[in-house]
Each structure stands twice: as structure tokens, then as C-alpha cells.
């Protein structure tokens, strides 16, 4: 008998597995259905979990939150202190969310940890923020960010509010491995509700407090208060119980909200994908501020800690700003705001992620700004704010990576939907007062440093084997690096896997100088560049064209060129 159909018959014949489970499980008539759910665990990382909703070892259910919260709450208990500091639980929107919180706290109280509970659903970044506020050693919230209706996750940060260190990842994950998914795991009757705090709306306050202080210029939403209007949605998400507060608190008096997308529901009935990185999802959002004479519509995805915006253009049509081009305009108004009231701080600096366009170190370079380049994912990020705080050197003005991730501020280390949303619109009352949308603030930037354009796409990896096929084709990747990409002559070929930077135009290898990560970088000798890399969230792997040019058409054409050569290199 296979492992897998032991750990399926196990399941149905274990008593403690509901029979709602079970009855699922009998349902289960494909083998490779059966293989997908039962032939192996989630792979626990610093990003946690995720994955489809369902039954088994490899899904997002009850049991399998309940074996990660046992592992981490050993990781907890081996730690000074750490039992008494606790744990901050939160979760957003999607089907089952607030059900897995309960379970965690569960887990956590029966191993003697004290839990701090949120009573409903919450942006990502107030989890982080949470940590910090309370004092607490560990945090989880329970999200998939921005992945389809069928999937759900299991985010764990650290003291310093982070996303949990690798070494502590690793610790989890063995954990994870040495405990009995049920023999080992307190059942709900073993919880000690005397431990579970369930939050007040106190830490909300807290929150908002905190988000506010970031604004650059408080004068500016207030000032266009009267003439300016913009459309929020939160794709049915938690932005609903923070992003309308806090504008409003700026001063914002004509906000309008998409209705039919302001309830929380997992389900996202409104929309197919809830990613305001698609412009799909700013269809209702669109009606709306035609209806009402909007020149900007916001969107945030069901867990707030990513943030997509339209504006419009010269001939009165929305488009969509990219995360890319939303980081550099965000980064030239903060600099350029705090230059004009001369507030600008010492040892200012900004972070972006290797995959974030280049656009933003021209803009860091004309404020004298230090940019930190880092992996992907915004733990990193936070890293680097430790990192200053702990040797008390620095100014951190922004962190940002292309996937619409933003984050002003210390209070939180995670990319932050709702003070990014503040920003935007503080941003655009800002040009408002100059008569200029976002878009023109866009082609003044591409004006002033050049233009760019990014291109991204994801070659998709599914199936049982979808883990074995993403290694092979980095492996072949790896072992044949190309001397060139469309015809463009590669001047730096980077492997983060091997530590290795390979100049070809000198032959001399150096070291990346960032910690081990399976990515590939393709730097072209007119600077055009290709990153490729494995998703850490999703089976895919995700390729990144950032390209340039001294105008527009010339960036786009580059962009093509990289595009169809990196696509050549994968075929």
C-alpha cells in the first residue's frame, strides 16, 4: 500500500476527524486527486502555509492548522520568555479564516501560551503592528493575500513583527515533522480560554493613530477636500474595516465605496480574481467613478496588505498604475514634499526588491536617497529596518516591490494597503492642486528620468509532479546561462542559488551579497534586465522583464525583445 492511500484510510478511520471531512474524503474517486491531497505535508517556510482549502495532509484545514500551531508552539516554548510574551492572531476575509484563528488559539492556549485574539477580520500589517504594540514573540494571521476563492493560508511573523527568520522556519517545519498530526495536537477541549484575550478596539485606535502619523504633507487631502473624489474598494475584503477610516480621518469628505464589494465574503462573487494587480477587478470600481466624476479609484485585495490603483489619463480614460510605477511616484512625492517643507530626514534611505524596477534608484539618486536592493518578499525588507534600528543609523522612507506592496513607516514590518491608500491620496490631492492625475505625476516621472516598462508573466507548474517540474526547469536554466537574451548581449549573469555573480564582459566572479534564494538575473549591457524564480506561494514560476529606454517606445520595444528571448529560453 502506497503512503499516500495510508494517510488517506487513516483519516477515515481516525475518530477525531469530523464527518463532514470525512464524507469529502469518501468522495475522492481520482488517484492522483487522492495523490495531491495525501502524498505529502505543506512545506512550512517563512511565509508559512498555503494552499487549496480541503481534505489532507498537502490542504488548509483544521487538522493541518492545528499541526502547524503545534510545531510553532514549540519553537515558542523553547524560547525565553515566550509563552508569557504570546501570540497576536488575525484573519482575513476568505472562507474557513476565522475558524483556523480559533483553532490556533486553541493550540497555542493548551500548550500554556497566552493568545491575543482580533474579534474580526483585519489587515495584514495590523497582525505586525499588533506584535510590536503588545510585546508579543510570535503572530499569525490567517490569509492567502490575493490567491483565488479556493485557497486559503497561514502567515507567521516573529518578536520584531517580521515574517518568521528562516532558522526559526526551519525549527517550525521540524517540528512539524516529528508531531503526530493527531496523536500529538490538543483537541478544542484542551484549550485554556483563560489564556485567549480577545482584542478591543483599543489596538484599532492605536493603529489608525500610527498610519496617520505617516502622512507626508496632513494639509494636502484636507486643502482639495471639497473638490476631490475618489472610489475605494476593498474586493470584499478587510481593507472595508480600516482604508474608508482612515481617509476619512485625513480629511477626505467625498469618498465613495463599491458597495457590492464592501461586504466581506470569501467567495469573491463580484470578481474572478480578488488582485487589484488585475484590472478585472476595478470593473465595478470604474462604474462608479464615472457615475460620481472620480479621477481615481483604489483597491485593495482581501487581506490589505497589497494596493492597485486607476486614474485617468489626459483623454479622460482610467489606466491602471503598476506597482513598479506606484512605488516611484510614491518615493518622488515623499521626497520631493519633504525637500519643500525642508523636513527631509538624515540618512534617508529606501528598500525595493530585485525584481522592482530601476526606475526608483534614478528617483533615490536625483534626492540623494540610499536604496537597498533586496530578495523578494517583504520580510526582507523589514530586515533592513531592523537592521538600521539596531545600529541606530538611518531614516527609512519607504519600502515597495513590484507585486503593490508598500510600507511607510516602523510601526509595522509588512507591506501596509492602508497607508499606502493614504498616501495615494495625499499623492493625488497633491497634483490635484497642480492640475495633474496620477497619470500626468506618471509621464512627468518617465519625463524627468527616462522611461520604463516592466512586463511580468508566470509559466504555471500544477499537478502532482508541479513541485519537480519548477527545479528542473530552473536546473536547466542554471546549467546553460545564455550569452544573450533576444539578441541582447548579457553584460551580468546572477545566480542568488550559488552565490554567484558572473561579470561576462570581464569573466570575474564576486559573491551576490544576499542571502541563498533559487533566482536567476539577466542583465543586459543596455541595462535591460530578466529575473526568473520559482512563486514561494503558488505552483508557477514567475518571470520578471524590466526594461527601459530613453522613450516610451523605445522601453516597450526592449521590453518585447527581453520578453520573446527569456520566453525562447523557457520554451
Same mark, same amino acid.
Given at each position: 500500500m502506497t503512503d499516500y492511500q495510508k494517510n488517506y484510510e487513516r483519516w477515515l478511520a481516525e475518530e477525531s476527524v469530523d464527518e463532514a471531512t470525512k464524507?469529502?474524503?469518501?468522495?475522492?474517486?481520482?488517484?492522483?486527486?487522492?495523490?495531491?491531497?495525501?502524498?505529502?505535508?505543506?512545506?512550512?517556510?517563512t511565509a508559512g502555509l498555503r494552499s487549496v482549502m480541503g481534505a489532507g495532509t498537502a490542504y488548509m484545514n483544521l487538522y493541518t492548522v492545528a499541526h502547524a500551531t503545534e510545531g510553532l508552539a514549540r519553537l515558542i516554548l523553547k524560547t525565553p520568555g515566550g509563552k508569557e510574551r504570546g501570540t497576536a492572531i488575525c484573519y482575513d476575509s476568505r472562507n474557513n479564516s476565522s475558524s483556523f484563528a480559533r483553532r490556533a488559539a486553541e493550540v497555542l492556549s493548551a500548550n500554556g501560551i497566552r493568545v491575543f485574539l482580533f474579534p474580526a477580520l483585519r489587515p495584514t500589517p495590523v497582525v505586525s503592528f499588533a506584535m510590536r504594540e503588545l510585546g508579543c514573540i510570535a503572530g499569525i494571521n490567517i490569509t492567502a493575500s490575493h490567491n483565488p476563492a479556493e485557497y486559503n493560508g497561514y502567515k507567521v511573523y516573529w518578536e520584531d513583527g517580521g515574517q518568521l527568520p528562516p532558522d526559526h522556519a526551519d525549527t517550525v517545519a521540524a517540528e512539524i515533522a516529528r508531531v503526530d498530526i493527531f496523536r500529538d495536537v490538543p483537541t478544542p477541549d484542551k484549550a485554556d480560554s483563560s489564556l485567549i484575550t480577545v482584542t478591543d478596539g483599543k489596538l484599532d485606535d492605536a493603529y489608525v493613530r500610527r498610519v496617520l502619523a505617516e502622512a507626508v504633507n496632513p494639509d494636502a487631502i484636507p486643502a482639495v477636500a471639497d473638490e476631490m473624489a475618489i472610489v475605494y474598494t476593498p474586493l470584499h475584503g478587510a481593507g472595508a474595516t480600516m482604508v474608508p477610516r482612515v481617509l476619512k480621518e485625513a480629511g477626505l469628505k467625498k469618498l465613495y465605496t463599491v458597495d457590492e464589494q464592501m461586504e466581506p465574503d470569501g467567495n469573491f462573487p463580484t470578481l474572478k480574481f480578488p488582485n487589484p494587480e488585475f484590472p478585472e477587478a476595478f470593473a465595478l470600481g470604474r462604474q462608479l467613478a464615472e457615475k460620481v466624476g472620480s479621477d481615481l479609484i483604489i483597491a485593495t485585495d482581501p487581506d490589505a496588505d497589497r494596493v492597485?490603483?486607476?486614474?485617468?489619463?489626459?483623454?479622460?480614460?482610467?489606466?491602471?498604475?503598476?506597482g513598479n510605477q506606484m512605488g516611484a511616484l510614491l518615493l518622488e512625492y515623499i521626497c520631493t514634499a519633504y525637500e519643500n517643507t525642508g523636513k527631509m530626514p538624515a540618512e534617508p534611505y529606501a528598500v525595493k526588491t530585485i525584481v522592482t524596477s530601476e526606475l526608483s534608484a534614478r528617483v *533615490?539618486?536625483?534626492?540623494?536617497?540610499?536604496?537597498?536592493?533586496?530578495? $523578494?518578499?517583504?520580510?526582507?525588507?523589514? %530586515?533592513?529596518?531592523? &537592521?538600521?534600528?539596531?545600529?541606530?543609523?538611518?531614516?527609512?522612507?519607504?519600502?515597495f516591490e513590484e507585486s503593490y506592496g508598500?510600507?511607510?513607516?516602523?510601526?509595522?514590518?509588512?507591506?501596509?494597503?492602508?497607508?499606502?491608500?493614504?498616501?495615494? *491620496?495625499?499623492?493625488?490631492?497633491?497634483?490635484?492642486?497642480?492640475?495633474? $492625475?496620477?497619470?500626468?505625476?506618471?509621464? %512627468?516621472?518617465?519625463? &524627468?528620468?527616462?522611461?520604463?516598462?516592466?512586463?511580468v508573466f508566470s509559466i504555471a507548474m500544477t499537478g502532482v509532479d508541479g513541485t519537480a517540474k519548477m527545479a528542473a526547469l530552473m536546473q536547466g536554466l542554471r546549467a546553460n546561462p545564455p550569452a544573450e537574451m533576444g539578441g541582447k548581449k548579457l553584460a551580468v549573469f546572477k545566480d542568488y542559488k $550559488?552565490?554567484?555573480?558572473?561579470?561576462?564582459?570581464?569573466?570575474? &566572479?564576486?559573491?551576490?551579497?544576499?542571502?541563498?534564494?533559487?533566482v536567476l538575473y539577466y542583465l543586459c549591457e543596455d541595462d535591460n534586465l530578466v529575473v526568473v524564480r520559482p512563486s514561494g506561494t503558488e505552483p508557477k514560476v514567475k518571470v520578471y522583464v524590466l526594461a527601459n529606454g530613453a522613450d516610451m517606445d523605445t522601453a516597450e520595444k526592449n521590453a518585447e525583445i527581453c520578453t520573446a528571448g527569456i520566453k525562447k529560453l523557457l520554451a
Open positions: 464524507a469529502e474524503l469518501c468522495a475522492v474517486t481520482d488517484e492522483d486527486d487522492k495523490k495531491m491531497r495525501f502524498g505529502g505535508y505543506m512545506s512550512f517556510g492597485g490603483a486607476m486614474a485617468k489619463d489626459k483623454n479622460g480614460e482610467f489606466r491602471c498604475i503598476t *533615490c539618486a536625483a534626492h540623494h536617497v540610499t536604496l537597498y536592493n533586496v530578495l $523578494t518578499g517583504f520580510k526582507f525588507i523589514g %530586515e533592513v529596518i531592523k &537592521k538600521h534600528e539596531e545600529e541606530g543609523h538611518g531614516t527609512f522612507l519607504l519600502g508598500y510600507l511607510k513607516g516602523t510601526y509595522a514590518r509588512d507591506k501596509d494597503a492602508v497607508v499606502a491608500s493614504l498616501l495615494i *491620496c495625499e499623492m493625488a490631492a497633491y497634483y490635484k492642486t497642480r492640475g495633474m $492625475t496620477l497619470i500626468d505625476a506618471l509621464d %512627468e516621472l518617465f519625463e &524627468k528620468y527616462g522611461c520604463f516598462r516592466e512586463n $550559488t552565490e554567484t555573480v558572473l561579470d561576462l564582459r570581464t569573466g570575474e &566572479k564576486t559573491g551576490t551579497g544576499l542571502p541563498v534564494s533559487d
